[in-house]
């Protein structure tokens, strides 16, 4: 898996190491879980970044994540941009590597493609913004996302499904691949 | 997919989907469609191990040679180059450029542009891959070597056949290569696809349009359905009256509860589902007068026709023994190592993936898996652990879509759902609306993925 690893990150520029989330400031135990929980649905339902594979659920309109990736940032807990990511010591999940985790992330991939900066976005008869480039989420945004796709099929359209294929240990290691 | 039992079927419905066909090169076919061109600039003058050690300025450790390059092939050239760039990918396809299946029901509906749905892997050679843009005429499964049509052998230490699918005639009285022009399912994209669009747009008031649904497996499973929600949407624009008989070869489809519900509220009464059961498998076509015949006996006579033929895998494969006797290539899912001959990998419509659909994503997610097996193989590190994914959306309108997405595991040579899903059948207009926007954000994706382009 070592070699593997290696070339995956020739490739989406994955880390073996990275933020756990007490490191991005939230808490732990109980408390934190149910802090935990409503940061998660807040994610779910304001992540512009994600707009894409939301449902109207609110007549609120979303920032447009490919004209104005700054504003979504900004939206964003300890933005990529504003707080670069400390290196940290693996937890024993990431450090496992499970050996499907850079084909997984690879899937992700191929509708959540890195935007170059030539990026041209494709043809899109309906407007609307792209999907989100994953490189651009700190950590712990695509966990949380992950966890709330997960938790509610209703949190999306397709990303639910996908969501309930991955455990604790995915969740936890993707977060992580795309930077 | 060859004798899926009542489970199996049920699971296929259930993650499903697929856009428009897919693609994937027939490199045993001519350069067909209006769109190919040559290719510009062929990296191929010399020895393909020094154009690699020119780009690479390291010589290679081992060559990957790929037949075909669809969404499979190129995918699969694109991410081994990245993943290993000590081994030297070439990949043999004859078109440039081609018109994608996914979306192709889009562009002969005319919601779409040709150029927003026309693409290949003409710019993998920037990325290191030596593009050949001929046809791969003979494979020698044993010993690894790949005969272009221009006479010269490809050696390889590996071997990857991602050649799509050929069309089967035979069991349509009436319906062969040439009849059916006239009778055109686009299936295997080129000049077809030019046809059904002018025919679409020549039908006139109370026109009657005749799909012929093949049985399973066949490329994109949900095509004829979409293609009938689509051809609906355009008649509907300007036509008073029109009719649209889908004549199937089976007795359910993947989504059909949701393209029903659609067809239903957008179009009442003007689009007939008829299953096999009640005679709907279309037995023979008379191409010059339109006629459609059932097996039910009942004659249609369609002002167009569009019959989509059972299909196999492509004839360089079958050619190869690659296939088994259901005409699809059997391989390992852990990697798509066919499972005839050793060091040669089956990837895209081609390959039996049961219960993955045939499509561009699955294929797209194939290759992936393929390549970091190859990285890992020829590196000598142990292969990854095996997850495919497929998505897909269909198109009720221009403004409406419906989906099904499913990850997939393999153990003990068999695919195991892990997770799967589709559309909910009372989602809101501004859902399905948000799922016809997420259809092309996810058809970019997959290209700049596939193809780089």
């Not at chain 2, 494969?317 to 040669?344: I, Y």
């Not at chain 2, 970091?372 to 095996?386: C, S």
Request: with cysteine; glycine share 10%; hydrophobic share 50%.
């Amino acid at each position: 898996m070592g070699g593997a690893d290696v070339g995956l990150a020739g490739v989406i520029g994955m880390r073996g190491r990275g933020v756990r989330a007490s490191r991005c400031g939230l808490p732990a135990g109980a408390a934190g879980r149910a802090l935990l929980a409503l940061a998660l649905l807040t994610a779910a339902l304001a992540l512009p970044a994600f707009a894409a594979d939301l449902p109207p659920l609110q007549p609120v309109t979303l920032p447009d994540p490919v004209a104005t990736p700054r504003a979504v940032l900004s939206l964003v807990a300890g933005s990529a941009e504003a707080e670069p990511i400390a290196p940290a010591a693996p937890t024993p999940a990431q450090a496992e590597h499970p050996a499907r985790l850079p084909v997984l992330a690879a899937n992700c991939l191929s509708c959540h493609p890195k935007l170059g900066t030539k990026s041209r976005g494709g043809f899109a008869p309906l407007g609307g913004a792209g999907l989100v480039d994953l490189s651009r989420l700190p950590p712990v945004r695509i966990e949380a996302a992950l966890r709330a796709f997960r938790a509610s099929p209703r949190a999306g359209t397709v990303m639910p499904r996908i969501a309930r294929a991955l455990d604790d240990d995915d969740i936890a290691a993707l977060a992580h691949a795309f930077r | 997919m060859r004798s899926a039992d009542a489970g199996r079927r049920r699971v296929l419905i259930a993650g499903v989907a697929v856009i428009g066909a897919n693609a994937a090169a027939s490199s045993s076919r001519p350069a067909t469609a209006p769109a190919a061109e040559p290719v510009a600039a062929p990296v191929t003058a010399g020895s393909p191990r020094a154009a690699m050690a020119s780009a690479t300025s390291i010589a290679p450790t081992a060559r990957v040679v790929i037949v075909g390059g669809g969404f499979a092939g190129a995918t699969c050239a694109r991410l081994l180059r990245q993943l290993a760039p000590s081994i030297a990918v070439t990949l043999i396809e004859p078109r440039a450029r081609f018109i994608t299946g996914p979306m192709s029901n889009a562009l002969i509906a005319g919601i779409a542009p040709a150029a927003a749905v026309t693409h290949g892997p003409a710019a993998l050679a920037a990325v290191g891959v030596e593009v050949i843009p001929l046809a791969a005429v003979e494979i020698d499964p044993v010993a690894h070597r790949v005969r272009l049509a221009d006479g010269r052998w490809l050696d390889a230490d590996r071997l990857v056949v991602a050649p799509g699918i050929a069309v089967r005639f035979g069991s349509i009285d009436g319906l062969d290569a040439a009849s059916s022009d006239r009778m055109p399912h686009g299936w295997l994209g080129g000049d077809q696809l030019g046809l059904l669009q002018r025919r679409i747009a020549d039908l006139r008031d109370g026109a009657t349009v005749v799909i012929g649904a093949p049985q399973n497996p066949y490329r994109c499973p949900p095509g004829p359905y979409e293609r009938a929600s689509l051809i609906a949407w355009a008649l509907a624009r300007r036509m008073k009256q029109f009719r649209i008989v889908i004549a199937d070869g089976k007795d359910d489809f993947t989504k059909r509860r949701l393209f029903q519900l659609g067809w239903d509220r957008l179009h009442p009464g003007r689009i007939e589902w008829l299953a096999r059961a009640a005679g709907g498998e279309v037995v023979g076509v008379d191409a010059a007068s339109g006629e459609v015949r059932l097996a039910s006996g009942e004659r249609l006579r369609a002002d167009l026709a569009s019959i989509v033929p059972p299909q196999r895998a492509a004839d360089v494969a079958a050619a190869a023994d690659l296939v088994d006797a259901s005409g699809w290539c059997p391989v390992d899912p852990a990697g798509f190592e066919s499972t005839r001959h050793a060091g040669v990998y089956v990837l895209g419509d081609a390959a039996i993936a049961q219960p993955i659909p045939k499509s561009a994503f699955a294929a797209n997610s194939q290759a992936k898996l393929c390549a970091f097996v190859l990285a890992a193989e020829l590196a000598g590190r142990p292969r990854p652990g095996t997850r495919l994914v497929n998505t897909c959306y269909s198109l009720l309108a221009p403004d409406e879509a419906i989906s099904v997405s499913a990850v997939y595991g393999a153990a003990g040579g068999q695919i195991n759902v892990i997770s799967d899903g589709q559309s909910e059948v009372a989602a809101s207009a501004g859902t399905r609306l948000h799922e016809a926007r997420s259809a092309w954000a996810v058809y970019a994706g997959l290209i700049a993925e596939s193809f780089g382009d």
